[in-house]
C-alpha cells in the first residue's frame, strides 16, 4: 500500500512538471512579465507561487454572473471586446494563463525605463493594491500603465507612445492634406454643392493638417 503511494505521487509530480509550460524558478516576486497578445503586447507583475496579475479587458463579466468561467484564462476573443466595451480589470492568474502560450520575457523594460526599478515586494504590493474592476483606456490607461506604475512609479505605455506616432505620422502629413482636399471637393462636385460657403471648412480642414505635418 506504501509503494503504491510512494508511486502514485511519483506520478502526480511528473504529471505536473509535463503539464507546466513555464519553469517557475525563472520568476521572482515583483518581476515585470511581458507576453504578445492580438496586436499588442500584454504585461503583468509575477507575484509568486505561480501567480500573476495583470490589468486585462474582458467582456464576460459584463454579460454573465458566471464566476467559474469568468475565472477561466481570458481568450483573445474575450479580451478584444473587452477593450471595445472598456470592461476590465485586475486579476490574478496562473502563469500558463497569463501567458496564454507565449513565450515570456521577463523585465524587458529594465533596459527601456530610465526610472530604477522598486523593491520586488513594494512591486507586488502595488499591484495587488489595485485588484478588482478598474477603468480602461487603450490609449490612457492599459496593462503597461498599471505595470510601469507598480514596478517604476510612473503610469507610462511606451506602446502607446509609439501607436501614437505612427498615426501622428499618417494622418499629419502633407500626403494626407492633399488628398483631404482633393476628396472634399471631389464629394463636394459630386453631390453638386460645391460653393464657398462649403469649401472653406473643407478647405480649413486640409490646411489644419498641413500646418500639423
Known amino acids: 500500500m506504501f509503494l503504491y503511494q510512494l508511486l502514485n505521487l511519483f506520478y502526480v509530480a511528473s504529471k505536473k512538471e509535463e503539464d507546466s509550460e513555464y519553469d517557475l524558478s525563472l520568476y521572482k516576486r515583483g518581476d515585470l512579465l511581458e507576453v504578445p497578445r492580438t496586436l499588442f503586447t500584454h504585461f503583468g507583475i509575477y507575484l509568486g507561487d505561480?501567480?500573476?496579475?495583470?490589468?486585462?479587458?474582458?467582456?464576460?463579466?459584463?454579460?454573465?454572473?458566471?464566476?467559474?468561467?469568468?475565472?477561466k484564462a481570458v481568450t483573445n476573443n474575450r479580451l478584444l471586446l473587452g477593450a471595445i466595451a472598456k470592461v476590465a480589470s485586475v486579476r490574478v492568474d496562473s502563469v500558463e494563463d497569463f501567458a496564454y502560450g507565449s513565450v515570456i520575457l521577463v523585465n524587458h523594460m529594465d533596459r527601456v525605463c530610465s526610472q530604477p526599478p522598486l523593491d520586488g515586494d513594494e512591486v507586488a504590493r502595488r499591484a495587488q493594491k489595485f485588484l478588482g474592476s478598474v477603468t480602461y483606456s487603450l490609449l490612457w490607461y492599459n496593462c503597461e500603465h498599471y505595470v510601469m506604475y507598480c514596478r517604476y512609479g510612473l503610469a507610462i505605455s511606451y506602446q502607446t507612445y509609439q501607436f501614437c506616432r505612427a498615426v501622428r505620422k499618417i494622418v499629419c502629413s502633407r500626403t494626407s492634406a492633399c488628398l483631404s482636399?482633393?476628396?472634399?471637393?471631389?464629394?463636394?462636385?459630386?453631390?453638386?454643392?460645391?460653393?464657398?460657403?462649403?469649401?472653406?471648412?473643407?478647405l480649413l480642414v486640409s490646411f489644419t493638417i498641413w500646418m500639423a505635418a
Not at 482636399?181 to 473643407?202: D, F, Q
Open 50 to 71: 505561480n501567480r500573476v496579475a495583470h490589468l486585462i479587458p474582458d467582456i464576460l463579466p459584463a454579460i454573465s454572473k458566471d464566476a467559474s468561467a469568468i475565472a
Open 181 to 202: 482636399a482633393l476628396c472634399g471637393v471631389g464629394v463636394l462636385l459630386c453631390v453638386g454643392c460645391l460653393t464657398p460657403l462649403t469649401l472653406l471648412p473643407t
